[in-house]
């Protein structure tokens, strides 16, 4: 089932679709953003569960293009308090226009996650700058995030600050995806 959502944002036509083709982002001046190719990236976290069951747990998961795997932070051992953190090296800098962030699919979407969180950029992995914070919605559907492509990055920093619950200290995510200037 092909899923089309339009919306306006700023002057800029947000086109995200949920099919075989590639996505885009499309400009008043003509100009396109595309999702980027996750094939060489890599993700860290600070904290993840390794031995989940058929790959999911591992920070990686965030970036094999699989929406049944899942990064989830560790519940067993240390079980640590938020915030909690998914560090994504690109391999190289570019422009950001949106961050797309996909829940851990379940029957029912999953209640437990994240309710809040911040994404930040960096061109050295050290020293980040505020792309903003956002709230993040009780689904199992893509949300998409906008960012400014005024500065170009190499790493992506998301990082949940608040749980859905106020009480629960783990978090959990499919994918991230991300939109760049073309």
Known sequence: MKKIVLGLLAGI?????????????????KSTA??????????????????????????????????????H???TVTNPDYPHWVLIDMKKESKLVAVVVTNRQAATPNRSGMKKFTLEGSTNGTSFTSLGTFNFAITNDPQTFPVSSANAYRYIKLTATESQTGTTRHTFLAEIDVFTVK
């Open 13 to 29: 036509a947000l086109l995200t679709a949920s099919c075989d083709k590639a996505e885009s982002i499309l400009f008043e001046d």
């Open 73 to 75: 932070t560790d519940y």
């Open 34 to 71: 595309i999702k980027a190719d996750k094939t060489t990236w890599t993700a860290t976290a600070d904290s993840e569960t390794p031995d989940g069951a058929e790959n999911t747990g591992k920070a990686s998961a965030v970036l094999d293009n699989n929406i049944a795997t899942y990064w």
